[in-house]
């Protein structure tokens, strides 16, 4: 069994005991053991949580998860650069590290670092960057073996949000980032998200982990988006443009640049498809090309999700390794539903649309859209897109429209996905 | 030191060869130790070698690899079934292993796993899956904390360059066959590709790691490409969609499907964008929600940097942890080029457009595009996209661009990234 601590109490680590309660059976078949909460640290015991913390103790006293020996491993998620010395103190005391506190790792990588070396400890900090995208493990791991060449990063969701907005919406930059305020995407205070702070201590992290170099905030250039406007926006669309703050390190003749700005870059991208509250990290190594990893950057869950996997990385490297598969015979796709696209080629003659549509019927298929094209020599195409349908109705409904007199073929029969 | 053996070496054996080679610092970094490779087995020890060897042992005996006690990781690079027993073998002996080989994963999973556990040593198998995207570590440990309700994925490279050269060339399945054939995109006999046997047998290894089932290829629907036709891609355009060979993975009242086939998906969809030779991963998780990782599928580098990821798995699970970052100070962003996007208010009078390009060309920095827009009140805005120029020469030139007297204000200057 492994124990762990944590220190704070708020949206994410709430929602990472709740990973731990719902998915605990998903968790201890990747790792072979149950992970359970034994103590959490928090500011206030008589607070009222909305999270099931089942056995775990309450306390206001950090010693208790940093100091106690039969924890493994220890969760931060309070932020701000004040709990290091609990955390170089845990490494100290054997335990492994978990942490969502980009500007505590940001400034204090190497000594944390260092701190691991003593008991051979993990520190993991998967969540301080991209929230739920696996970029750090990726970067270090299974990207590791690359010379990287450059990385860019959609590091911050507020701002993409607000890009996203600006030129969806065809509104200015103040009134965007009120709506952004009100829906929860933008802080009271959104300086640091604004500026382009937030995502220089991202991409300081990167820096240490995808070039392995410890650069600091000081020779970070970063530059906001409080000054890009709608036409800015509209005349890059006119250019074949989007507009995004990147998070920027890459090679150049002399070294290394590292650098946040927003900056225009082609429509035809995939990290130019990155809208609204979404992250990405697009990546370019020697050895793998050019690679993107794309998902929530921000929330409790996606965060959580990250928390949560580092502690899976911790336990799989360190502890047992036993895994057993569940043997499983899938549903049949005969009793599963899809919306459905046909093309079939008919006389084109009086009555078949009729009769075709007859078919669909008794199937219980009904039609989204459809269309004629193409007659020619009295031959016509008809293309259908259905509703969701049963696949053995769609079965029982092309053999039915086969044999049809009119209906010379079906040419075609493919499923619809990821339509919802 | 670590000691390396490898079965095989064809593209991805010297690929991965070459990786250890020439980033062999970026990697004992990573791992704090040495990876060199002891011994090869291969079928002609007299074949000609483009990639350098070095000290490394050529066998046609696998034995000297699977059973030399002074190897820690065999890296198998052969595939198809044959090579199970060297691999059961070689675990059994206290070996890691590294494997491409998605026949031999899909077919003997379970198999492979138990022979793990009495040595307690890691089976790998990242390059078996989506080249060199990171997609099993991930699903396995950043995103393992997630019950995962969906992956869709865009698994086999050659059905997806030629679903894209369909859709982009307007030409049909047989000519853009002939083409991926010409090119090496697809093979001599593209039976294991066009029919979706491939990416089943990568379906069913991601429903081994995202859903934790051992499904086997007998219980996947799958269905190729073969029948597509330019005019369904015409028609799915009509109706918002782009045609993708999808492997998916899913929820379903009644359990959970696997299945692999063509279907539509909305033209926003971030897979949809997903063109040419590269492959994606999709997937839904209840903490994480949408994620998605994107890049190359196949081809000797990519496929290698899976391999020696797994590599890099390995060593910083197993043995040692040990990292030291390099202190830097990056370059200076005013030595780096960019190409700019500057927009300008000016008084709409004659000779201004005349100082303006004169301050530029006097700072080296030429112009790619330029137009002006909305005079109003006799204001004049103009925006410039230039051609690539020092950022300190662009400094100077907004400096200048403001004292020239008609010049009311230069409103935005922004950089353009990825755009070449």
Same mark, same amino acid.
């Given at each position: 069994?492994?124990?762990?601590?944590?220190?704070?109490?708020?949206?994410?680590?709430?929602?990472?005991?709740?990973?731990?309660?719902?998915?605990?059976?998903?968790?201890?078949?990747?790792?072979?053991?149950?992970?359970?909460?034994?103590?959490?640290?928090?500011?206030?015991?008589?607070?009222?949580?909305?999270?099931?913390?089942?056995?775990?103790?309450?306390?206001?006293?950090?010693?208790?998860?940093?100091?106690?020996?039969?924890?493994?491993?220890?969760?931060?998620?309070?932020?701000?650069?004040?709990?290091?010395?609990?955390?170089?103190?845990?490494?100290?005391?054997?335990?492994?590290?978990?942490?969502?506190?980009?500007?505590?790792?940001?400034?204090?990588?190497?000594?944390? !670092?260092? &701190?691991?070396?003593?008991? /051979?400890?993990?520190?993991?900090? $998967?969540?301080?960057?991209?929230? %739920? *995208?696996?970029? @750090?493990?990726?970067?270090?791991?299974?990207?590791?073996?690359?010379?990287?060449?450059?990385?860019?990063?959609?590091?911050?969701?507020?701002?993409?949000?607000?890009?996203?907005?600006?030129?969806?919406?065809?509104?200015?930059?103040?009134?965007?980032?009120?709506?952004?305020?009100?829906?929860?995407?933008?802080?009271?205070?959104?300086?640091?998200?604004?500026?382009?702070?937030?995502?220089?201590?991202?991409?300081? !992290?990167? &820096?240490?982990?995808?070039? /392995?170099?410890?650069?600091?905030? $000081?020779?970070?250039?970063?530059? %906001? *988006?409080?000054? @890009?406007?709608?036409?800015?926006?509209?005349?890059?669309?006119?250019?074949?443009?989007?507009?995004?703050?990147?998070?920027?390190?890459?090679?150049?003749?002399?070294?290394?640049?590292?650098?946040?700005?927003?900056?225009?870059?082609?429509?035809?991208?995939?990290?130019?498809?990155?809208?609204?509250?979404?992250?990405?990290?697009?990546?370019?190594?020697?050895?793998?090309?050019?690679?993107?990893?794309?998902?929530?950057?921000?929330?409790?869950?996606?965060?959580?999700?990250?928390?949560?996997?580092?502690?899976?990385?911790?336990?799989?490297?360190?502890?047992?390794?036993?895994?057993?598969?569940?043997?499983?015979?899938?549903?049949?796709?005969?009793?599963?539903?899809?919306?459905?696209?046909?093309?079939?080629?008919?006389?084109?003659?009086?009555?078949?649309?009729?009769?075709?549509?007859?078919?669909?019927?008794?199937?219980?298929?009904?039609?989204?859209?459809?269309?004629?094209?193409?007659?020619?020599?009295?031959?016509?195409?008809?293309?259908?897109?259905?509703?969701?349908?049963?696949?053995?109705?769609?079965?029982?409904?092309?053999?039915?429209?086969?044999?049809?007199?009119?209906?010379?073929?079906?040419?075609?029969?493919?499923?619809?996905?990821?339509?919802?």
């Amino acid at each position: 069994m492994i124990k762990i601590g944590f220190l704070g109490m708020g949206i994410v680590g709430s929602a990472a005991v709740d990973i731990l309660n719902n998915n605990k059976d998903i968790i201890s078949q990747r790792v072979g053991k149950q992970c359970i909460v034994k103590t959490i640290c928090v500011k206030d015991i008589s607070k009222k949580r909305t999270v099931d913390l089942k056995t775990a103790t309450l306390t206001t006293n950090p010693d208790d998860v940093i100091n106690d020996p039969e924890i493994d491993i220890v969760i931060e998620v309070i932020g701000g650069e004040f709990p290091k010395k609990w955390l170089l103190q845990a490494l100290k005391n054997g335990k492994h590290v978990v942490t969502a506190n980009k500007e505590l790792v940001s400034k204090a990588k190497q000594e944390l !670092i260092d &701190a691991t070396h003593e008991k /051979q400890t993990f520190l993991m900090f $998967e969540a301080a960057v991209g929230g %739920g *995208i696996p970029v @750090i493990q990726s970067l270090s791991t299974a990207l590791g073996a690359n010379s990287m060449q450059s990385i860019f990063g959609i590091l911050n969701g507020t701002t993409n949000f607000i890009l996203t907005k600006i030129d969806e919406e065809g509104k200015d930059f103040a009134p965007v980032l009120k709506e952004a305020q009100d829906l929860g995407f933008a802080e009271a205070n959104p300086h640091m998200d604004v500026s382009g702070l937030d995502a220089a201590y991202k991409l300081d !992290i990167l &820096a240490a982990i995808a070039f /392995q170099k410890n650069v600091g905030l $000081e020779h970070i250039f970063y530059e %906001g *988006i409080e000054n @890009i406007q709608l036409k800015d926006i509209n005349n890059a669309r006119d250019l074949g443009y989007k507009i995004k703050l990147l998070g920027i390190g890459k090679k150049v003749e002399k070294g290394f640049v590292f650098k946040v700005h927003p900056c225009l870059i082609p429509k035809a991208h995939p990290i130019a498809s990155v809208a609204n509250e979404f992250n990405a990290v697009f990546v370019q190594g020697d050895a793998v090309g050019d690679s993107m990893l794309y998902g929530k950057g921000a929330g409790g869950f996606p965060t959580a999700s990250a928390i949560v996997g580092d502690v899976i990385k911790i336990v799989q490297s360190k502890f047992c390794n036993t895994r057993k598969l569940e043997s499983y015979t899938p549903v049949s796709i005969d009793d599963t539903d899809s919306k459905f696209y046909l093309r079939l080629s008919c006389n084109d003659t009086y009555g078949v649309i009729e009769k075709i549509a007859k078919v669909f019927s008794d199937n219980k298929i009904s039609l989204e859209k459809f269309f004629q094209k193409d007659v020619k020599e009295e031959i016509a195409e008809l293309v259908f897109l259905t509703h969701s349908s049963l696949e053995r109705n769609m079965k029982n409904a092309v053999n039915k429209l086969k044999s049809i007199d009119d209906v010379l073929n079906v040419e075609t029969v493919l499923r619809v996905e990821l339509d919802d």
